[in-house]
T-cell receptor, first 109, second 115 residues
Framework: KNEVEQSPQNLTAQEGEFITINCSYS?????LHWLQQHPGGGIVSLFM???GKKKHGRLIATINIQEKHSSLHITASHPRDSAVYIC???????????FGKGTKLTVNP | DSGVTQTPKHLITATGQRVTLRCSPR?????VYWYQQSLDQGLQFLIQ???????AKGNILERFSAQQFPDLHSELNLSSLELGDSALYFC??????????????FGPGTRLTVT
C-alpha cells in the first residue's frame, strides 16, 4: 500500500463545476503539499498545510490530521485548471516529499 | 517562474553513457532537492543537499551521484545509463531546514531520454 493515496485517478468536469480531489496518507507528517503539474511538465506548489484550511483564489485546501485526510477543492472550474494535481507529504523531521500518483483533471468548456 | 533553473531542458543519450544535470536554486535558498519522475514509478525523492552537505538520501541508485557547490548550484550525475533511467528529473529548492514543513520551489525539469 502506498503511503499517499489519491482519488480519483482521473476526473473530467464541465466548466463551472465544483471539483474535489482527495488525499489520504498512512504516516505521521509534518506538512502536506498540493502541487499542480501542467501538460508541459512544470510543477507548481499550490499549498503547504499542516492543519485547518487554506484558500487561494478559487482553490481551497483542507486537512484533517486525525483522519489523515486532505482535500483540494476548485470552485467555478475553468479549462485552464486542466492539469495533474499531486498530493505529497513530508514526514516527521525530514523534508523529503513522498508523493501520491496524482489526479489528472480535465475541464471541458 | 519559480526562480529555480535547470539545464539542459532535454537530453537524449545512449545506454552506457554519462550525463550531468545542473540546477541553480532560488536566490538565497540553501537546500536543493532532486526528484525523478518516471511513468511507472511516479515522482520519487533522490537526494537533498543543504549548504553544500548531503542532508537526506532517497531511492538514488549507486550509478547516480550529486553534489552542491559553494555557489549553491547543484549537479546530478547519472552514469552507465540504462533505458529505465529515461525520466523527468526535477530540482527543487527551499530556504532552509525546519524539520519538514518547508515549501519547495520546483525547477522546470530536465527530460532525459536514453536510447
Amino acid at each position: 500500500k502506498n503511503e499517499v493515496e489519491q482519488s480519483p485517478q482521473n476526473l473530467t468536469a464541465q466548466e463551472g463545476e465544483f471539483i474535489t480531489i482527495n488525499c489520504s496518507y498512512s504516516v505521521g507528517i509534518s506538512a502536506l503539499h498540493w502541487l499542480q503539474q501542467h501538460p508541459g511538465g512544470g510543477i507548481v506548489s499550490l499549498f503547504m498545510l499542516s492543519s485547518g484550511k487554506k484558500k487561494h483564489g478559487r482553490l481551497i485546501a483542507t486537512i484533517n490530521i486525525q483522519e489523515k485526510h486532505s482535500s483540494l477543492h476548485i470552485t467555478a472550474s475553468h479549462p485552464r485548471d486542466s492539469a495533474v494535481y499531486i498530493c505529497a507529504v513530508s514526514q516527521g523531521g525530514s523534508e523529503k516529499l513522498v508523493f501520491g500518483k496524482g489526479t489528472k483533471l480535465t475541464v471541458n468548456p | 517562474d519559480s526562480g529555480v533553473t535547470q539545464t539542459p531542458k532535454h537530453l537524449i543519450t545512449a545506454t552506457g553513457q554519462r550525463v550531468t544535470l545542473r540546477c541553480s536554486p532560488r536566490s538565497g535558498d540553501l537546500s536543493v532537492y532532486w526528484y525523478q519522475q518516471s511513468l511507472d514509478q511516479g515522482l520519487q525523492f533522490l537526494i537533498q543537499y543543504y549548504n553544500g552537505e548531503e542532508r537526506a538520501k532517497g531511492n538514488i541508485l549507486e550509478r547516480f551521484s550529486a553534489q552542491q557547490f559553494p555557489d549553491l548550484h547543484s549537479e546530478l550525475n547519472l552514469s552507465s545509463l540504462e533505458l529505465g533511467d529515461s525520466a523527468l528529473y526535477f530540482c527543487a529548492s527551499s530556504a532552509g531546514t525546519s524539520g519538514g514543513a518547508v515549501e519547495q520551489y520546483f525547477g522546470p525539469g530536465t527530460r532525459l531520454t536514453v536510447t
